[in-house]
């Protein structure tokens, strides 16, 4: 598919300030640091669309950016943030809850998982949680630039062994690096596929 036009439409400090759920909706979620708001950035060809930053904790807000006027993208706060205050932690959470679980029109969640790192407890549950919940999501491995490529096949395969001793089957997944591109034209194509099972 392709990307003719991708705006800003708006931030949302509260799940029912969100736009109205009128267009097909993907949104990406992982921990913080993890590369969501260059992933987006990366898919729509846009060095500065949405915000990043070394520094974990960035983005804040729900921010939706209206892909071709005819779906949105969705970038959320990271989750599991340590350094962040005990309070600051319940709210981000709240609003990320808030947000997964009302939202009528999210097609599928992009679980993003730092390719670098053995499987994680804190993302482990989130997908056990959403599972519970009933979004389809699925996973997509950043900064795959930093490895080789039997590195990347290890890690992918460690996280599917860490999952199979929960599901039963693993959801599809996408390797991607924001620096290289890499992963662009499968996440696209997916969305594409998705977006066809929306009905008006
Ligand atoms: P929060 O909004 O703080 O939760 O973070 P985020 O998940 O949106 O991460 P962000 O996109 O801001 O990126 C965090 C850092 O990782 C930045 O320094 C990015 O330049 C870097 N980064 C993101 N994606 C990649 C990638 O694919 N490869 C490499 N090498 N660095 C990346
Ligand atoms: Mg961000």
Known sequence: MEIKSAE????????????EPKKPEYAFIGRSNVGKSSLINMLCDK?????????????Q???????????FLVDLP????????????????GLIDGYLRHRANLMCLFVLIDIRHKPQ?????????????????????????KLRDEQIQESVHDYQAALLETW?????????????????????????????????
Not at 179 to 194: C, P, R
């Open 61 to 71: 807000l729900v921010n939706h950016f209206d892909i071709n006027e005819e779906w």
């Open 121 to 145: 407890k804190v993302d482990l549950d989130f997908m056990e949680k959403i599972g519970n919940w009933g979004i389809p999501f699925v996973i997509v491995f950043t900064k795959a630039d």
């Open 47 to 59: 060095k500065a669309l949405a915000k990043t930053s070394s520094t974990p904790g960035k983005t």
């Open 78 to 93: 990271g989750y599991g943030y340590a350094k962040v205050s005990k309070t600051e932690r319940k709210a981000f959470q």
């Open 168 to 200: 039963e089957e693993t959801p599809p997944y996408f390797i991607s690096s924001a620096t290289k591109s890499l992963g662009k034209d499968e996440i696209l194509t997916f969305i594409e596929e998705v977006n066809q099972s929306w009905e008006k």
């Open 8 to 19: 800003f439409h708006k931030s949302s400090a509260k799940a029912n300030q969100c736009p």
